[in-house]
Each structure stands twice: as structure tokens, then as C-alpha cells.
């Protein structure tokens, strides 16, 4: 039943497509998570050479956590499709899966938790940064410790009781519709609320060039996941009320797909802002207010890179 279990959200009943097909979408699918891999291992060792934030690195760990359970999945998935009396291999999946899930959405709460990073340090002068990060570590454990109790309840449940695990699965479906709603939401309003800060920030022509298109690429990064988590959310609230019904068409073009782009355009975004850090190394022959206003100078043009 393990399978069937996770095939509240990812596994599906089959209907749809011919196990050619699914074998065919679940390759592409591991060729596309083996390369995300790669790509974020590479930038984990880039990461430690000063190149990047300690953001970026984590966000680079996040994914490189994500890809490689998905990767794993992907192959247990074509193993289950030929035998799904594989007990073994179907818990396997589910714990490959849970772990793809979690990194999921810690990924989105790391992302935003950096542009309300920025918006508050603006505000406070470049203070506030341990606070920050501490609701963002909370969020992202009740995250997951919610996400492993539906499952664990639910998987208690599904031999004895398929009803009862139908609807407990049902209500962190409601849950996590509600969540993803949530995200979205705060995306475009500390999305805005970023852009209004970093338009405040004078700066020289050449720097203004450099603004322009952080902010496109905050807005493109922002329009990506919003989509990502509203079509995820619409995958969830179809299958409500029949979690182990899911079509194979549903699960592909309402599930996969989005969690993939989502998940390559935050790598994207991540990777292409290197931590070129901030020019003060004369500032030992200034004064001490000098060297102070230089700081938060310094500060208010590094806070343009989300990867503070």
C-alpha cells in the first residue's frame, strides 16, 4: 500500500497514459533532476570558494537535496510501474518522495524569507538578520513536521482504515492548498514591497543598470512561482476528495512539470548573482564616521542582491 499512499500526490492510478508513455515522461524527468543535480553540486563547491552568498548556498543545498530525491523517485517509479508488488521499492519511493516534497516547499519559504530579509534589514539599517533567519528555520520545520504527520497518520490508517485515511490525507491536501495560496500571496506582496526598496536606493548610472535587471529577475523569478504553487494548488484541491484516484495527466502537466520549472528557475536565478561583496578595503585611513557611512552605503547596494 506504500505506493498507493503517496499516490495521494504523486503516484496516480494509471488511467491516461500507457506504462510506455509514463516510462518515456519518467526518464525526461530524471535526465532533466540528474542535470539539476550536477548543476547544484557544482555550484555547492563554487559556493565555498567565496563566489556566492551563504543564501545561495543554501538554496543551492536545498535543490541539490530536492533533485536527488526526485532523481531517485524517478527510477523507483519505473521499477514500481512493472511490479508494484515491490513493498520495498514502494516505501523507498514514498520516503525518496517526502523528502522531494519537503525541499520543495523549503525552498519557496527560504526564497521568501530573503526578500522580507531585505525589506526588513532596509528598514532597520542592516540589522534584524538573526531574527529572520529564525522564523525562516521555524517555518520550514512545521513544514515538514506537518507534512510527515499527514503521512504518518495516514499510512497508519490506509490498511485498517481507508476511509479515515482518505480524509486525513484530504484535510493536508486542504492544508497545503491553503499554504501554497498563502505563498503566493506573500510573493507578490513583499515582491512589490522589494522593488519599492530597492527603487529607493540612489545609485550611480552604472549601478542602475545592474537594478533594472535584478528587479526583472525578481519579477520573472516571482510570476514563475506563483504559477508553480497556484497549479499545484489546483492538482491538490482536484483530488480532495479521491487522493488515490489521480489521473496520469493530472499528475504530469498539474504536478511534475511545475515542480520541476519551479525548481530550475530558483537555480537559475540563485546561480547567476555571484557575491561579488563590497569594495571597502581603503577604509582603514578614514574616520570612523566615514568608515560608518561607507558601511551603510555599502550595505543598502549589497541588499540589491536577494543573496545577502
Known amino acids: 500500500m506504500g505506493a498507493e499512499l503517496i499516490g495521494l500526490i504523486y503516484y496516480g492510478n494509471g488511467d491516461g497514459l500507457s506504462i510506455r508513455i509514463q516510462n518515456a515522461l519518467q526518464l525526461t ?16 563547491a563554487m559556493s565555498f570558494q567565496n563566489k556566492f552568498t551563504k543564501l545561495a548556498r543554501l538554496v543551492f543545498i536545498v535543490v541539490f537535496a530536492h533533485s536527488t530525491s526526485k532523481l531517485v523517485s524517478n527510477i523507483l517509479y519505473m521499477i514500481i510501474i512493472y511490479n508494484p508488488s515491490l513493498i520495498q521499492v514502494a ?3 514514498d520516503i525518496f518522495e517526502l523528502m522531494s516534497i519537503i525541499s520543495y516547499y523549503c525552498m519557496y519559504i527560504i526564497v521568501l524569507f530573503s526578500w522580507i530579509e531585505v525589506v526588513f534589514r532596509v528598514k532597520h539599517l542592516g540589522y534584524g538578520e538573526e531574527k529572520i ?3 525562516r528555520n521555524l517555518f520550514c520545520i512545521v513544514t515538514a513536521l506537518f507534512i510527515l504527520t499527514v503521512y504518518i497518520i495516514s499510512d497508519s490508517f490506509v490498511s485498517k482504515s481507508p476511509g479515515l485515511a482518505n480524509m486525513v490525507f484530504g484535510i493536508g491536501l486542504i492544508a497545503i492548498s491553503v499554504f501554497s ?3 503566493s500571496i506573500a510573493f507578490i506582496f513583499y515582491g512589490i514591497k522589494l522593488r519599492q526598496m530597492v527603487m529607493s536606493i540612489q545609485l550611480n548610472t552604472n549601478a542602475n ?4 535587471a535584478f528587479l526583472w529577475k525578481v519579477a520573472f523569478l516571482s510570476i514563475i512561482f506563483i504559477l508553480c504553487l497556484d497549479i499545484k494548488m489546483i ?3 482536484i483530488n480532495v476528495n479521491s487522493p488515490f484516484s489521480t489521473t496520469m495527466w493530472d499528475l504530469y502537466a498539474l504536478n511534475y512539470l511545475p515542480e520541476v520549472i519551479a525548481v530550475s528557475v530558483a537555480l537559475f536565478f540563485f546561480g547567476s548573482r ?4 563590497s569594495d571597502s578595503s581603503s577604509s ?25
Open 209 to 212: 543598470s545592474g537594478k533594472n
Open 91 to 93: 516505501v523507498a519511493f
Open 181 to 183: 495560496f498563502a505563498l
Open 274 to 277: 555571484s557575491n561579488t561583496g
Open 235 to 237: 492538482h491538490y484541491i
Open 133 to 135: 533567519h529564525f522564523w
Open 284 to 308: 582603514g585611513s578614514l574616520s570612523e564616521t566615514e568608515r560608518s557611512n561607507i558601511e551603510r552605503r555599502e550595505q543598502k547596494k549589497g541588499l540589491l542582491s536577494v543573496n545577502q
Open 29 to 44: 524527468l530524471a535526465v532533466w533532476h540528474f542535470l539539476l543535480m550536477c548543476w547544484s553540486s557544482t555550484l555547492i
